[in-house]
Nanobody, 122 residues
């Protein structure tokens, strides 16, 4: 079992930055890769980024490359998503997920957090 709790969302102006956190707990947490997804109103859940359990490898959706950075601090069992140059179209609920391998498909992840709202104003 793995429990995930996101935080750090909020309201920011276009061009601003936010850092999201995902606090993970549970006996198996160190064996899972962690991903960020997002879901805007009326849209499907969208893959953002993934980081392996060691933190050695990261993967990004093409549209996020260069603006978003995923990282993790294993001693703290926490993953982060640094988001820069935010745009109104980045407005969504951002979810943290745990999975054994990188995938852009949400159904391949075993555990999910409750999500944190990010709103970017123009």
């Amino acid at each position: 079992q793995v429990q995930l709790v996101e935080s750090g969302g909020g309201l920011v102006q276009a061009g601003g930055s936010l850092r999201l956190s995902c606090a993970a707990s549970g006996r198996a947490v160190g064996t899972y890769g962690l991903a960020w997804f997002r879901q805007a109103p009326g849209k499907e859940r969208e893959f953002v980024a993934f980081i392996t359990w060691s933190g050695a490898n990261t993967y990004y959706a093409d549209s996020m490359k260069g603006r978003f950075t995923i990282s993790r601090d294993n001693p703290k069992n926490t993953a982060y998503l640094q988001m820069n140059s935010l745009k109104p179209e980045d407005t969504a609920v951002y979810y943290c997920a745990a999975g054994s391998r990188v995938s852009g498909m949400s159904y391949q992840y075993d555990y999910w957090g409750q999500g944190t709202q990010v709103t970017v104003s123009s």
